[in-house]
């Protein structure tokens, strides 16, 4: 730490020392004429003979990553957003006096040139240059050593150093941007609008889950940040926008996994008259669309840990993706004895005895719940739908027609997580209110997370709202999942951490 700190009291003196020679270590505004990655794009096949043929003159700018001395001459690499090209700095090319100053430059600093594009002997695209300016001074050194686990959670509380040091983080982030584009294309494509909604809600609707809650001074009233959009999203298919999506923020007051941020982004849209056998074919449908529009694929690779040694795996999403009934996958997939599954005493028993962790408030629907997170979720890696789950864990969900303790829900699972949770919404109002009355009851007996009431809901219910389908995908989890990261935080940019001590 005493090197280090050495180290950025000599750059702190440079600063000094530059305005003492009359130099703006941070100056306004430099005009580049051409982006790095372009440059390598169009010229790294070109021979070093068609190069000097063609005599480019270009101007640069970017930071310097590293640095190599020869005597009168130096070779650096500088990189700016689109790629790192290396620059060749002589002496008697850019003047003594230029070259004295462009010494005191050090590794991270931002730097301009100028210069003329060609080739080194060993093949190697260089700007070679005529002119350098300093555009912006650094302090901080980089690390050298970045990588590694005892890094981790620097790398994403520093994540502009992490970006700066390690280029396939900023991959991942480009991913995510044309995953979100996709999304929106393929909407929008198919005739949905993209709206936005309250994200500061009298009544946090939509999902059961802890809110976070804020008070607004002027009305004198509370609010809470949204956990879904789901309420206000039918409402406007009661007012007719029957095709409508919205990319979203949401907040949820719970704890924090590889899995889990207490701050992400989901996709929500509705379909009228139709219902969930319609998603799933839709869903099916956007998935081959993002893996062939943004990475030309349809076969990602899977990392996993199995018994404490990381495998490697092949996810395909050109198969037709399974669809099988949630108390079906506890005896198929789970393992669980069918008359455990259809008796409420024995599956208690039976999660006890396997040391799945229940509370006293738990009923027959929330154990099952519970059994299928233990036994079935962890062994579903490729695409598969899961459908038609017990009532009381899907309170705004239309009952099926044959089997009215059941609903017509769906939860696409890929690679052991749930990336889409989808059904045919109950647009029977009374019906609606019932089971809102039943959450409140729930959340009456300590239950945190069950859903509020909600009258202007029903309200609008009662204004009547077309036969209608909804989905929501965790944005985090699908590019979790298309770029094979193994944790939430690494999608994204900045996640929720401690205070930093």
């Known amino acids: 730490m005493e090197e280090i700190s050495d180290l950025i009291k000599i750059r702190r003196a440079k600063v000094q020392e530059f305005r003492d020679?009359?130099?703006?270590?941070?100056?306004?505004?430099?005009?580049?004429?051409?982006?790095?990655?372009?440059l390598l794009e169009t010229f790294s096949e070109e021979t070093k003979e068609d190069l000097e043929e063609k005599n480019l003159q270009y101007t640069l700018a970017g930071r310097i990553l590293s640095r190599r001395k020869h005597g009168k001459t130096t070779f650096c690499n500088i990189k700016d957003g689109t790629g790192l090209i290396q620059v060749?700095?002589?002496k008697n090319d850019i003047g003594e006096e230029a070259y004295d100053l462009f010494s005191k430059y050090d590794i991270g600093d931002f730097m301009g040139v100028t210069g003329k594009l060609s080739k080194t002997k060993t093949g190697e695209l260089t700007l070679f240059a005529k002119e350098t300016t300093l555009l912006s001074k650094s302090l901080l050194p980089l690390p050298e050593k970045w990588h590694g686990l005892k890094d981790v959670e620097l790398r994403y509380r520093q994540r502009y150093v992490d970006l700066i040091v390690n280029p396939d983080v900023k991959q991942v982030f480009v991913y995510r941007s044309k995953i979100i584009q996709a999304l929106r294309e393929f909407l929008t494509d198919r005739d949905y609008l993209e709206v936005e909604t309250p994200m500061m809600q009298s009544i946090p609707g939509g999902a059961?889950?802890?809110?976070?809650k804020t008070h607004h001074n002027a009305l004198n009233m509370d609010l809470y940040l949204r956990v879904a959009p789901e309420l206000y999203l039918k409402r406007l298919v009661v007012g007719g926008i029957e095709r409508v999506f919205e990319i979203n923020r949401n907040f949820r007051n719970e704890g924090i996994s590889t899995e889990h941020?207490?701050?992400?982004?989901?996709?929500?849209?509705?379909?009228?008259y139709v219902d969930y056998h319609y998603l799933m074919d839709l869903t099916e449908e956007l998935f081959r669309y993002i893996g062939t529009k943004v990475f030309g694929t349809l076969k990602f690779p899977y990392t996993y840990v199995e018994n404490g040694e990381e495998k490697e795996g092949t996810l395909d999403f050109e198969p037709a993706f399974k669809r099988i009934p949630f108390k079906e996958s506890l005896t198929e997939i789970g393992n669980i004895p069918a008359d455990t599954v259809n008796d409420p005493q024995k599956a208690v028993a039976y999660a006890l005895e396997h040391k799945v962790p229940l509370e006293k408030k738990d009923s027959p629907a929330k154990v099952m719940g519970k059994l299928f997170d233990h036994f079935v979720e962890p062994n579903l890696v490729q695409p598969v739908f899961i459908i038609d789950y017990p009532l009381e864990l899907s309170p705004l969900s239309k009952k099926k027609e044959d089997d009215p303790s059941?609903?017509?829900?769906?939860?696409l699972f890929v690679a052991r997580k749930e990336i889409a949770n989808a059904y045919t919404?109950?647009?029977?109002?009374?019906?609606?209110?019932?089971?809102?009355?039943e959450q409140v009851s729930q959340r009456d007996s300590g239950d945190e997370e069950a859903h509020w009431m909600d009258n202007d809901f029903i309200r609008a219910l009662e204004y009547?709202?077309?036969?209608?389908?909804?989905?929501?995908?965790g944005i985090d989890r699908l590019a979790m999942l298309f770029t094979n990261s193994q944790s939430i935080r690494d999608v994204i940019l900045f996640p929720q951490l401690k205070k930093e001590s």
């Open 261 to 272: 941020n207490p701050e992400f982004t989901m996709l929500e849209f509705y379909t009228a």
């Open 21 to 38: 020679l009359g130099v703006n270590p941070y100056i306004n505004r430099f005009k580049v004429s051409e982006f790095i990655g372009k």
């Open 208 to 212: 059961t889950a802890k809110p976070f």
């Open 406 to 411: 059941l609903v017509e829900r769906f939860e």
């Open 464 to 473: 009547g709202m077309p036969p209608t389908a909804g989905e929501g995908i």
């Open 88 to 90: 060749y700095i002589k």
């Open 425 to 437: 919404e109950l647009n029977d109002p009374i019906d609606q209110k019932e089971r809102f009355e």
